[in-house]
T-cell receptor, first 116, second 116 residues
């Protein structure tokens, strides 16, 4: 069965430092996509970054990069130069492309607090 | 692009009444819409998937007669919580997916429902 595991319920980081949020996944499908979303206290889900299972390079979007280690089935999010506005919940999600539905499988999330 | 709106953003209703939440894709055609429920400090729980013009597919344990979903057009889906009770109080989020979009799901800002 497909599963996303985020083992860090909460993380702290000092402003301007980098932080890594862990995500491991489990799927038997060779074709899948991995997503990271940010949810601030306002509740909206903000898409951050996407990694396809066949992508050769790790995805990057500004200060966000995804450390994709396929053999280990991990897709950790790295936030560089943390800012106070990065304080939020972060969710890792996966979608497999084998079926016709477009459901996302979600992790439990990691609460990140950026200290000034 | 790919903006999804939700209305209302928050609503308070009395126990026993029904509440309708709208989800609109503003600048793309949403062939599939998803409805999620989220309790405080928890992950998103998928309630149902709706495809335009067909009946919604509900996740196991979600009462279809209580949570009525209508996806009448490619830009609008509605969730009606019928005979609401205090335990239905939650944050409801919709997302929309269109054809050929690699980032798959675009989220609305959410609706906070409080049943008194």
């Amino acid at each position: 069965a497909q599963k996303i595991t985020q083992t860090q319920p909460g993380m702290f980081v000092q402003e301007k430092e980098a932080v890594t949020l862990d995500c491991t996944y489990d799927t038997s499908d060779p074709s899948y996509g991995l997503f990271w979303y940010k949810q601030p206290s306002s509740g909206e889900m903000i898409f951050l970054i996407y990694q396809g299972s066949y992508d050769q390079q790790n995805a990057t979007e500004g200060r966000y990069s995804l450390n994709f280690q396929k053999a280990r089935k991990s897709a950790n999010l790295v936030i560089s130069a943390s800012q106070l506005g990065d304080s939020a919940m972060y969710f890792c999600a996966m979608r497999d492309y084998a079926g016709n539905n477009r459901k996302l499988i979600w992790g439990l999330g990691t609460s990140l607090a950026v200290n000034p | 692009g790919a903006v999804v709106s939700q209305h209302p953003s928050w609503v308070i209703c009395k126990s026993g009444t029904s509440v309708k939440i709208e989800c609109r894709s503003l600048d793309f055609q949403a062939t599939t819409m998803f409805w999620y429920r989220q309790f405080p400090k928890q992950s998103l729980m998928l309630m149902a998937t709706s495809n335009e013009g067909s009946k919604a597919t509900y996740e196991q344990g979600v009462e279809k007669d209580k949570f009525l979903i209508n996806h009448a057009s490619l830009t609008l889906s509605t969730l009606t919580v019928t005979s609401a009770h205090p335990e239905d109080s939650s944050f409801y989020i919709c997302s929309a997916s269109g054809q050929g979009v690699s980032y798959e799901q675009y989220f609305g800002p959410g609706t906070r429902l409080t049943v008194t």
